[in-house]
């Protein structure tokens, strides 16, 4: 997903490029640097649908197939439009785990409980559309740019680190549905992307990909020798490739009309204000790695826009999330040394085209669940890790900061055990007597509420931007100083 300051290898130079951002590739070789970039997007794409489907309440394998079709087709169009007329830059644009907290609090809500996962699909679509809006607004009118002074490392540290922390719970749980399945895969993506990375540089792009693609095999050949029995979470069932059709077309409101509920809105913010801000520092990135010039407030703010303009198209489409920066795509930029636009345009259109083949987002739901576990426990990790790195700008031996940070990061994870444990009633008794304005008024209020309360992205967030921009602290105290000299590098 995307990453906000870490540098890249080489840090303050710009490396000798195969090709530059404006340069144009022969065909055959743009096709297979394009497809190169939709594998390094797939892992963390697939994840999200497969991620969304018990809290959605997808049963059936043909709809988790057709929302898979749907992320891939929005992350095309997406990616064209970014390289095209948003920052310009030669940058893929994909899901963000950024919005999976807001939206299982969304899903959470009681209001839900017993709805079917189309319902809730609906609920999720107001709250994306709503919150694009505002994306695009804050984008354009370049208020993003301001509003990023307030926001430093200390607040970028809890903030990306709970998304990571919040999903703790379905790691190893998912993996131990068959321990000898879900653990193959952990070790398979440790080897990979940490003892292997420097035999072969395919190791170092696709240790996800790989990872799951094996463990996936061998439990497809254990449940063809009979080792899987009906019923175990390791066992492939290929009955929904079959049943799939050859050519999908996802639609417009294909899961029916988006319901804008402001809880829902004001909790996807969250997500919203933690995504726009990573995304920034894959601005700098991406333009230092594609030899591109360093990205002004008028890129910045094009990119922003233009990001809200996919998570408008991911909330007309359905596809229960939104579109962000990827900087698994601009480590490939730096590994390949080929940051032309052109590549990444062919790469998206690729992403479009397999999209709409219905056999292969069917094919996906066909991953074992211990496998998807497997992957859970090395990819949320790493997001609490890139959110720790943020930290390196900082002064650790302040204690003002050891304290913003800390309780910043207790705060994320309590108060939403609080609120999933106590939620505050929507009628609460002091309300008996009150008019039907007041006590709809003050149910929206609790709602809302309760609905940021139990996001923790969203609470340590709060308490580190307020006590950040309120506690007495030199910028070189709070890593300001050292982080703008990074993104100027």
């Not at 996919?310 to 795509?329: K, M, R």
Request: proline share 6%.
């Amino acid at each position: 997903m995307a990453e906000l300051g870490i540098p890249p290898e080489g840090e303050g130079s710009r490396p000798a490029l195969n090709y530059g951002i404006d340069d144009v590739p022969p065909l055959a070789e743009s096709i297979t640097l394009g497809f190169q970039h939709y594998l390094t997007m797939f892992g963390a794409t697939v994840a999200i649908p497969l991620i969304l489907k018990d809290s959605l309440g997808i049963q059936d394998n043909l709809d988790l197939g057709m929302l898979i079709g749907t992320i891939f087709l929005v992350s095309g169009f997406a990616t064209l439009l970014q390289s095209t007329f948003g920052n310009r830059l030669p940058i893929v644009q994909g899901g963000t785990f950024a919005f999976l907290g807001p939206t299982f609090a969304i899903c959470g809500m009681a209001e839900l409980a017993d709805a079917g996962w189309q319902v809730r699909m609906q609920h999720l679509q107001g709250a994306i559309i709503a919150g694009s809006v505002v994306e695009i607004a804050m984008g354009y009118s370049g208020l993003m740019g301001r509003l990023v002074r307030f926001i430093g490392p200390v607040v970028i540290a809890p903030t990306i680190a709970l998304i990571g922390l919040a999903l703790f719970q379905i790691g190893a749980p998912t993996a131990g549905g068959n321990w000898w399945i879900g653990g193959l895969t952990i070790v398979l993506i440790i080897v990979f992307s940490q003892y292997l990375k420097h035999k072969h540089r395919y190791f170092e792009l696709f240790p996800i990909m790989l990872a799951i693609v094996l463990a996936w095999v061998v439990a497809g050949i254990c449940t063809a020798a009979g080792l899987f029995p009906e019923g175990d979470p390791a066992r492939v069932d290929l009955s929904a490739v079959a049943a799939a059709p050859w050519v999908r077309v996802p639609y417009p409101f294909q899961w029916g009309w988006p319901v804008f509920g402001v809880a829902a809105v004001v909790g996807m913010l969250a997500g919203y204000i933690a995504s726009m801000v990573e995304s920034i520092g894959d601005y700098y990135a991406c333009a230092r790695l594609a030899g591109a010039p360093i990205p002004d407030k008028r890129v910045v703010s094009r990119g922003i826009g233009m990001e809200g303009v996919g998570c408008l198209i991911a909330g007309i489409f359905g596809t229960g999330n939104g579109t962000t920066s990827y900087s698994e795509n601009i480590g490939a930029i730096g590994l390949t040394r080929v940051g032309s636009r052109r590549v990444v345009q062919i790469g998206a259109v690729l992403m479009i085209v397999l999209a709409v083949v219905g056999k292969f987002g069917a094919l996906f739901t066909t991953i074992p669940q211990p496998v998807v576990g497997g992957m859970y426990c090395a990819m949320f990790g790493m997001i609490v890790a890139v959110g720790l790195s943020n930290l390196q700008y900082v002064n650790l031996n302040s204690a003002r900061n050891l304290f913003i940070i800390g309780f910043s990061f207790f705060m994320g994870m309590s108060v939403p055990a609080y609120f999933k444990a106590t939620p505050l009633p929507l009628e609460p008794s002091w309300l008996v007597g009150a008019g039907a304005v007041v006590k709809t008024t003050a149910a929206t209020v609790i709602s809302i509420l309760n609905t940021l309360g139990t996001t923790g992205m969203a609470v340590g967030a709060i308490c580190a931007t307020v006590l950040d921009n309120t506690v007495p602290g030199t910028d070189e105290e709070r890593g300001l100083v050292a982080w703008r000299r990074e993104a100027e590098q």
